[in-house]
């Protein structure tokens, strides 16, 4: 498996449209876990797999699976939304656990290879992510990659049928760690 970058147990490589089955079972086994978390409709078909592939194929977006290392089992997935060039080199955070492997770590080692690339390779210069503020595994995960949070934001997102209050949560490449976020 050719990974973009590897840690200890897990590696962090682009989705491509050849992991679509294995994405789809994995949102299918988490769609309860995972929608009061979640914007849009579960990706739990085929076509709705393809459509969220070609949102990767600008350069406004990065999409990318947390894979283990010694099995190359899909373990979660991650975006860098909204990249801004220019005087902002700036991306928004978007990622997921699924049921099956959530707290295990995964998450917490492939979103700090994941800050790491972003900084290192994408050229990033900040990160920000947005939570609702009842997701305190997802607030827990965001501390540990070494986020600091920096504001609220009210009725930030819809997600599951009403719009949710968000915490904002941000790091700078001055802020990461050298060799890891």
């Known amino acids: ?31 309860d876990f995972l929608a009061p978390w979640m914007p849009g409709r579960p990706i ?8 969220y592939v070609a949102r990767f194929d600008g350069r406004a977006h990065e999409g990318f699976v947390i894979c283990r290392r010694d099995t190359g089992a899909i373990v979660g997935r991650a975006n860098i939304n909204n990249i801004v060039r220019g005087t902002h080199q700036a991306g928004t955070l978007g990622y997921c656990a699924y049921a099956a492997t959530a707290r295990r770590g995964y998450m917490t080692e492939g979103l700090r290879l994941l800050v790491r690339y972003a900084f290192d390779e994408l050229e990033l210069h900040r990160l920000e992510a ?47 760690e050298p060799g890891g976020a």
């Open 1 to 31: 498996m050719t990974y973009l970058v590897r840690g200890p147990r897990v590696g962090i490589r682009h989705l491509a449209l050849p992991d679509r089955a294995e994405f789809v079972a994995l949102n299918r086994e988490s769609a």
């Open 44 to 51: 739990t078909t085929p076509e709705a797999f393809d459509a």
């Open 130 to 176: 947005n939570i609702q503020p009842g997701n305190t595994p997802s607030l827990n995960l965001i501390k540990r990659v070494g986020f600091q949070r920096e504001g609220y934001s009210s009725n930030f997102q819809f997600i599951n049928g009403a719009w949710r209050d968000h915490e904002r949560w941000a790091i700078t490449v001055e802020m990461a």
